[in-house]
């Protein structure tokens, strides 16, 4: 049985950083083709890709929203994914979510995510 189970999130003040943490725990047979990464969603908005790590090459992509604030990585050796955030803003206020085993190549074409994490808060103040 997969399990994500998130850390890191909460209020910070515009300008700050934050790291959320993803655990995977579970075996997932596609792990080295499909990626992980996060999710958000905003109130009244619909969810949308923040960013995705491919585990064998580590390629990364981060929407244009967060490109050079937001940094994925990853630790393989204990399955967890990081999203760094910096310069936080006040439009980065969503829920987030860990998810794996899905693709984005930071545009257009995705495959949705298999699995998801409970999501956990982030408040950005102005």
């Known amino acids: 049985q997969v399990q994500l189970v998130e850390s890191g999130g909460g209020s910070e003040q515009a300008g700050g950083s934050m790291r959320l943490s993803c655990k995977v725990s579970?075996?997932?047979?596609?792990?080295?083709?499909?990626?992980m990464g996060w999710f958000r969603q905003a109130p009244l908005k619909e969810r949308e890709a923040v960013a995705v790590i491919y585990s064998t090459s580590g390629i990364t992509y981060v929407a244009d929203s967060v490109k050079g604030r937001f940094t994925i990585s990853q630790d393989n050796a204990s399955y967890t994914h990081y999203l760094q955030m910096n310069n936080l803003k006040p439009e980065d206020t969503a829920m987030y979510y860990c998810?794996?085993?899905?693709?984005?190549?930071?545009?257009?074409?995705?495959?949705?995510?298999?699995?998801w994490g409970q999501g956990t808060q982030v408040t950005v103040s102005s």
């Open positions: 579970g075996f997932i047979a596609s792990r080295d083709s499909m990626g």
């Open positions: 998810a794996a085993d899905f693709f984005w190549n930071g545009g257009s074409y995705s495959v949705p995510p298999k699995y």
